[in-house]
């Protein structure tokens, strides 16, 4: 199988070597890994430069800013010469060494778009058909392109779920694969500022979460829905009065960019396709708790 590795890097040089490392210990080793460089401060060029003397398949994309996530993937996404990608977190190493081997053989079912597995042996869903975490995925480039990639007006955060709906809409759905695993996170002594990883989350989250239910949901449940999450994201991190103001910098961004990220890529389901949707992908809970009532 023939496949390109991208990675997305910021100011963690220590932790991407661990990342390449576990790629280059695979059964099967990428045609091309690309490196995306959000603008690090740190030695990060210095190391790919390194790398790249000795595998001469090795890509350096180096940003002159932080691209965010989302757009800097795509970006690599776009440089790919293979038709099928691998993307990790530059905070993540694959636990197995024959990872990309097993996902390639589930790959290969039609309606199949992206291959995950567990994080640090956990995070199994109920369905094998839901959204997916991004830590380490496998996924086919056609119809990650035909389906839009990630949004990269989210910068960070959601972006896996907003796409997960879009495969469903195309008729394509992530795979959970249980002999997958791989392990993410960085140790205490490389870990960031907790408080502003904190705010940044809630931002995002908060923001990215409502873009999600306004541009694909009926009316009625995007505002239900908007109103239950808002309540639930003040409702954790009111204890931390560090953070309180940050819900509301969220929501000032969803008003701010509402325009944008939603009328203009709006795409309202239709109903029974929305109720399906929610069924199979279990999100938003509480649609998925009262139809599988019903359906009980």
């Known amino acids: ?41 740190d030695d ?34 776009n440089l790919a010469r293979n038709p099928i990608i ?4 530059h905070d993540a190493e694959l636990e197995i060494g024959n990872w990309i081997e097993i996902a390639s053989e589930k790959l290969k079912e039609k309606r199949i778009a992206l291959i995950w597995g567990r994080s640090n042996g956990g995070n199994f869903p109920r369905f094998k058909y839901w959204n997916f975490i991004g830590s380490a995925i496998l ?4 119809i990650y392109l035909k389906v839009g990639g990630f949004p990269e007006d989210f910068f960070i955060y959601d972006n896996e779920l907003d796409l997960t709906v879009r495969y ?3 008729g394509f759905y992530p795979y959970f694969h249980e002999k997958l695993d791989v392990k993410h996170g960085l140790p205490p002594e490389e870990k960031l500022d907790p408080e502003k990883k904190g705010k940044m989350y809630i931002y995002y989250d908060l923001s990215n979460r409502l873009f999600i239910y306004w541009k694909y949901y009926p009316f009625y449940f995007a505002l239900i829905l908007s109103l239950s999450h808002f309540i639930r994201v003040m409702t954790n ?22 325009y944008i990220n ?6 309202v389901l239709p109903l029974n396709q929305f109720l399906k ?6 999100f938003p809970m509480p649609i998925y708790y009262l139809l599988k009532k019903i359906y009980e």
């Open 168 to 170: 469903f809409i195309a």
């Open 44 to 77: 990060t060029l210095e190391l790919l430069l390194h790398y790249r003397k000795s595998f001469p398949f090795f890509r350096i994309f180096e940003s002159k800013s932080n691209l965010g996530l989302c757009r800097a993937i795509n970006i690599g996404v």
């Open 139 to 142: 996924f086919k480039r056609d």
């Open 277 to 282: 949707i929610c069924y199979q992908q279990q």
């Open 86 to 89: 691998f993307n990790m977190d």
């Open 1 to 41: 199988m023939e496949y390109s590795a991208i990675i997305v890097t910021f100011n963690q040089k220590n932790a991407l070597r661990r990342a390449i490392n576990s790629i280059l210990k695979q059964t099967i080793i990428p045609k091309e890994i690309i490196i995306i460089d959000n603008n690090s401060k």
């Open 237 to 258: 991190y009111i204890k931390h009065l560090k953070y309180y103001f940050e819900p509301f910098k969220g929501l000032i961004r969803f008003v701010n960019k509402f």
């Open 262 to 267: 939603v009328f203009r890529e709006k795409r």
